[in-house]
Every structure is written in structure tokens, then in C-alpha cells.
Nanobody
Framework: QVQLVESGGGLVQAGGSLRLSCVAS????????MAWFRQAAGKEREFVAV??????????YYSDSVRGRFSISRDNANNKVYLQMNSLKPEDTAIYYC???????????????????WGQGTQVTVAS
């Protein structure tokens, strides 16, 4: 059984930083694309960042709204993925989800339907 468990969310002041973690069990993440999505109240789930699988080039991709402020990294040896979030803004407030997929094509990296496995999410609240 595949499980993704996020942690690290919380309340932070605007301009602050948080580091989210996602630990996977039931899979070895090395061949997987590992992504972060978020969903704010009343809004659709949106792509944040992805660390693409090595067989597909292994690059990282970001949404326009977080590029330059957020950084995704992965620790394949420990089956973990991280999202370092700096210069946080109130509009970053959302539930953040970790996602994994082994077979998605690169052009689908921002589409939440492309990912097979999801965590339960962790709440991030940025106060103004």
C-alpha cells in the first residue's frame, strides 16, 4: 500500500519561511515524478512544483506564482521530498499535497489528474 505523508505546515507571518516534508512508503521514489500541489479554500487544486523522474531528465519545474520563492528537492535514499517555501505571501495559504507518479508524460506535469498517489495534505497559513 502506497502512502504519502506530509508534514511541516503551520502558521507563519508574511515574508517568513516554511519547509514541507513528504515521506513515502510502499514505493521507492527514485523512478517517480514527485510533486507538490495546493488547494486554497473554495478554489481548485493547483500545481506548485515537481521534481521530475531521472529517466525523464530529472529537472524541477515550478508554477509562475512560486518560481524564485519555492524550491523542491528530493532525498531518494530516505524516500522523502521537500518543499522549501520562502518569502511567503498570504495568497500562499492553502492545503499542500504531495503527489507521486511513475508514468506521467512531461507535458502533464502540472495536471493533478496525472498523478496516481496523493498524501492527505498539510495546512499552510500565511498571516498578513
Amino acid at each position: 500500500q502506497v502512502q504519502l505523508v506530509e508534514s511541516g505546515g503551520g502558521l507563519v507571518q508574511a515574508g517568513g519561511s516554511l519547509r514541507l516534508s513528504c515521506v513515502a512508503s510502499g514505493i521507492t521514489i527514485r523512478p517517480y515524478a514527485m510533486a507538490w500541489f495546493r488547494q486554497a479554500a473554495g478554489k481548485e487544486r493547483e500545481f506548485v512544483a515537481v521534481s521530475w523522474r531521472p529517466s525523464g531528465g530529472g529537472r524541477s519545474y515550478y508554477s509562475d506564482s512560486v518560481r524564485g520563492r519555492f524550491s523542491i528537492s528530493r532525498d531518494n535514499a530516505n524516500n522523502k521530498v521537500y518543499l522549501q517555501m520562502n518569502s511567503l505571501k498570504p495568497e500562499d495559504t492553502a492545503i499542500y499535497y504531495c503527489a507521486a507518479d511513475r508514468s506521467a508524460i512531461l507535458s502533464d506535469y502540472g495536471r493533478h489528474g496525472a498523478y496516481d498517489y496523493w498524501g492527505q495534505g498539510t495546512q499552510v497559513t500565511v498571516a498578513s
